[in-house]
């Protein structure tokens, strides 16, 4: 039987996944027994004003124990990381924070015997020999980023962990996430958020992909929850552990845009594709999820039109 999870540390909790995970798990656990870590960047008002709030850099051991020391934290959802594009810039930052980040995550989970760690995993564990359209479960792994290169290491080194130390690490493999509360920063998937907003404030927006560009996506409501469905199945269910596929929905940016129109007929879309189009080419365009649906029950809520009519509300009523 796993052990319970009752106070919990959310590295990263600044990000675009992490400031919204925070909010989610202090109304489910308790203000006081959730910290939101963040290394160089302020957390929302809204995560500040809420509980507790920790400089934590993943890359000082000595930062993240004494933090677990402190809260006597007994898990950690580890959203700090560099995405795909930024990763492409700074490669060896990529590394640094991915992976020996990561490692410090797990070092100290095994030395205090944590409960969990959750490690996000993602789509751009794929390359481009892996078959695009419902890549299975299990298939190659040959990423052409560092983002991808540190993301299947991550997913290797937590199923070692798990089998060689016991510790009980777990991951989805993202697709790309679509959010109104907090920007994501460099990736290749930020076209999907950042269309919202300039439709919104501009009327227009010229898109990093081109038109027919198909991704998997998912709304961040779907995303949170399956995350943490995920850190609360048992254990005995699990035969996967760090690399779940988890599909939601799937559109070009052509589609978004048309599907945008539909509330915001004005909306002038332009594409001018720069260096990220060959990060999306080389990702699927739809996942097979059929493992986390047999093993912990994943089931997504949201698709393209319930998705761009919330986010078109939410944005609308704290832009305009
Ligand atoms: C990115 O675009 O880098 C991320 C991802 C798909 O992991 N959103």
New binding site residues.
């Given amino acids: 039987m796993a052990r319970p999870m009752k106070r919990i540390l959310v590295t990263g909790s600044a990000g675009q996944i992490g400031s919204e995970l925070v909010m989610v798990l202090r109304d489910r656990y308790g203000n006081d027994d959730v910290v939101a870590g963040t290394n160089r960047t302020q957390p929302s008002k809204a995560v500040q004003e809420s509980g507790p709030v920790e400089v934590c850099n993943i890359n000082d051991k000595g930062q993240l124990h004494s933090i677990v020391d402190r809260y006597d934290i007994d898990t950690i959802y580890n959203m700090a990381a560099i ?3 930024v990763g492409e810039q700074k490669p060896l930052l990529a590394w640094h924070v991915n992976m020996d980040g990561f490692h410090n995550v797990l070092e100290c989970a095994r030395e205090k015997e944590l409960a969990r760690v959750m490690n996000p995993s ?3 564990a794929f390359g481009p020999e892996t078959p695009r359209m419902n890549t299975p479960q299990e298939t190659v792994l040959k990423p052409k980023t560092m ?1 991808g290169v540190t993301k299947v290491a991550g997913e290797l080194l937590g199923d070692y962990y798990f089998k060689r130390f016991g510790v009980d690490v777990r991951g989805v493999r ?4 679509i959010s109104s509360e907090t920007l ?1 920063g ?5 076209y999907a958020v950042a269309i919202f907003y300039e439709a919104i404030q501009k009327k227009r927006y010229e898109c990093f992909v081109r038109e027919d560009t198909v991704l998997p996506m998912m709304y961040m409501p779907d995303a949170l929850k399956g995350l943490i469905d995920l850190a609360e199945a048992p254990l005995e269910n699990l035969k996967h552990h760090c690399d779940f596929n988890m599909a939601s929905m799937s559109f070009s940016a052509g589609e978004l845009a048309a599907e945008i129109r539909k509330h915001i007929p004005e909306l002038e879309v332009t594409y001018k594709p720069d260096f990220r189009q060959a990060i999306a080419d080389s990702w699927p365009q739809s996942i097979d999820d059929s493992a986390a649906r047999e093993e912990w029950g994943w089931k997504p809520s949201y698709d393209l039109a319930t998705m761009t009519k919330d986010m078109i509300e939410k944005l609308s009523a704290r832009l305009l």
């Fill in positions: 995405l795909s594009a993602s789509i751009a983002y993202y697709p790309g996430i994501p460099g990736g290749t998937t930020d």
